[in-house]
Nanobody
């Protein structure tokens, strides 16, 4: 079993920055794909960015490309999302996801971007 815990959400003005963290615990893994997804009320959870745990290959949604950066620290079993130039439409609950064949989700962290 793997547990995922997000942190770093909060309230920020448009144009500001936040850094989200996702810490994995419960077992170690050397491969797999970790990612960030986000969800607003009444809508489906959508893809933001992913990173291959082994190769470091990254992939971004068009809406966040050039503003968000996903990274990882294998030794700390952690993943990060640096979010710059935030926009009100980035407001959502952000979830950490780990794909090891089995899918694991964190409980989410709220990001609110005000005008």
């Amino acid at each position: 079993q793997v547990q995922l815990a997000e942190s770093g959400g909060g309230l920020v003005q448009a144009g500001g920055s936040l850094r989200l963290s996702c810490a994995a615990s419960g077992r170690t893994f050397g491969t797999g794909v970790m990612g960030w997804f986000r969800q607003t009320p009444g809508k489906e959870r959508v893809f933001v960015a992913t990173i291959d745990w082994g190769t470091g290959y990254t992939y971004y949604a068009d809406s966040v490309k050039d503003r968000f950066t996903i990274s990882k620290d294998n030794a700390k079993m952690s993943m990060y999302l640096q979010m710059n130039n935030l926009k009100p439409e980035d407001t959502a609950v952000y979830y950490c996801r780990l794909d090891l064949g089995l899918i694991y989700w964190g409980k989410g962290t709220q990001v609110t971007v005000s005008l």
